[in-house]
């Protein structure tokens, strides 16, 4: 299901256009990728293979589930789980429990290619266990 690559991520974007050209980046960026197209199919593929995935990158306004409100059902499962928003518009209305700080874990649209890898990059950086001495 994943394309090849080192790190898992989980594209998740209802616009067919936008997530074909990330998931094109992310692999020539050496990135496994696995696609959704809603909140509800990124849940249904995260319970398939979770434990793959160590970060999440979602749009926000999608039809049905929102990006925000994906995420909280995510960290219900994983509470560390890395998760980017990426969104055209800026955020307004979160579910609760979703914090959003601007080039940390949120990206507007349209946003850098390199943006988007060094994001992605320092986001897998801080999730990274310290190695004990």
Known sequence: MFSEGSKAILL??????????????????QFKVLTAKSGKEALWLYGLQGDE???????ILMPGLFGDQLAV????????????????????????????ELGQNFLRKPFK????????QQMLERAEPVPAD
């Open 113 to 120: 290619l390199a943006e988007l890898l060094d994001t992605i």
């Open 73 to 100: 059902q995510l960290w219900a499962q994983e509470p560390t789980l890395p998760i980017l928003f990426i969104s055209g518009n800026p955020p307004e209305d979160l579910a609760p429990g979703v914090k959003l």
């Open 53 to 59: 995935i160590d970060l999440v990158v979602t749009d």
């Open 12 to 29: 998740v974007d209802d616009d067919e256009t936008i997530r074909e050209f990330i998931r094109r980046s992310l692999k020539q960026a």
